[in-house]
């Protein structure tokens, strides 16, 4: 379990993580959603016992980072911003030099490089430098150090940043198989890393928690769930077509993809029904579809707050 009560850090007159609180179950994947500056790698980085905090405490798996540093580092596999220091070093002497730290020794040293190795694809870099890795394969070594000592919970600053899209479904993957027995905190800008991997998500800003809910009901919370969106030559006609329809309250044309988006009024809005009152006026349409709900929206509005979270 990863816990932080009440975490406050300050940076002069800067409060950058402002009195965070929250638990990550065994099993759960928490992410960690905010704009750049919200005080994400901060808080992981007091979690992870980098950064003491100003006020307030965190526990892994029971330990306390500050009276227990080393209990609860031994529990922890902390992935930083970025890539792996050390550069020059290769991806083996790296772990090895990890595994040594970590007090990894013998039998248990060879199988814990072997199992990592194996488990982010590493056989081909294995003697090159760090510094000449594409970044995707610097990020699996630092996931690879992560997880050495196989520890029961893991904090991933962005995970997936800078890895191109095969390799983000690859990590995500890696770190839904990892949550299925561990605890997980992730944070990440990407939108749908919440939905692909998280089964919780925070959004932070200016170092507050905003929201803490699943990604399903932060769906719910999105204008555009249970609306209908479908492609019209003219938009006036569908529009007259479609207004006083009962459910239906009101109509978005989104300059982006060009849709026209009918909102609903309590249930969804029907397309059949939508389908059918357009087919009576004679109005044509392609691409009639249901809409699930945005994220994107969701995050915006609570993030700079539009509309009460
Ligand atoms: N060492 C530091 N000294 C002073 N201010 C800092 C320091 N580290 C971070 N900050 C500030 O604290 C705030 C939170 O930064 P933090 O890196 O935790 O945000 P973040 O949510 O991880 O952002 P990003 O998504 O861009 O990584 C920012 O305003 C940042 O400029």
Redesign the pocket.
């Known amino acids: 379990m990863i816990e932080a009560n009440a975490l406050l850090k300050r940076?002069?007159r800067?409060v950058?993580?402002d009195d965070i609180s929250f638990k990550v179950e065994p099993g759960e994947v928490l992410g960690f959603l905010?704009?750049?500056?919200?005080?994400?790698?901060?808080?992981m980085k007091m979690i992870a016992g980098f950064l003491a905090p100003s006020a307030g405490t965190a526990r892994v798996c029971g330990h306390d980072v500050q009276s227990a540093p080393m209990q609860a580092r031994r529990a922890l596999g902390y992935l930083p911003?970025g890539a792996p220091g050390y550069g020059e070093m290769s991806p083996l002497a790296f772990l090895g030099f990890v595994a040594d730290v970590r007090g990894i020794k013998g039998a248990a040293r060879r199988g814990r490089l072997d199992a990592v190795i194996g488990r982010l694809a590493l056989q081909g870099v294995l003697h090159q430098p760090i510094d000449t890795l594409s970044k995707g394969f610097k990020r699996r070594v630092g996931l690879a150090a992560a997880i050495l000592h196989d520890p029961p919970a893991l904090v991933l600053d962005?995970p997936t940043d800078g890895l191109d899209p095969n390799q983000k479904h690859e990590v995500r993957g890696l770190i839904r198989e990892l949550a299925r027995d561990r605890t997980v905190l992730l944070?990440t800008?990407i939108l749908e890393e919440v939905e692909a991997v998280c089964s919780r998500a925070m959004i932070?800003a200016r170092?507050k928690v905003l929201a803490d809910a699943t990604p399903a009901e932060l769906l719910a919370r999105s204008r555009y769930q249970g609306a209908v969106s479908l492609v019209v030559a003219d938009s006036i006609a569908a529009r007259a077509a479609l207004d006083g329809m009962p459910g239906v309250s009101g109509f978005h044309q989104d300059a982006d993809d060009g849709r026209l988006y009918v909102f609903p009024q309590g249930r969804p809005v029907s397309p059949e029904a939508v389908a059918e009152r357009l087919r009576q006026r004679g109005v044509e349409h392609s691409g009639l579809q249901p809409e699930r709900g945005r994220l994107d929206e969701v995050f915006r509005r609570i993030t700079t707050g539009e509309a009460q979270a």
């Open positions: 940076y002069g800067l950058a993580v905010g704009p750049n500056g919200a005080g994400k790698s901060t808080t911003e962005e944070s800008h932070v170092g």
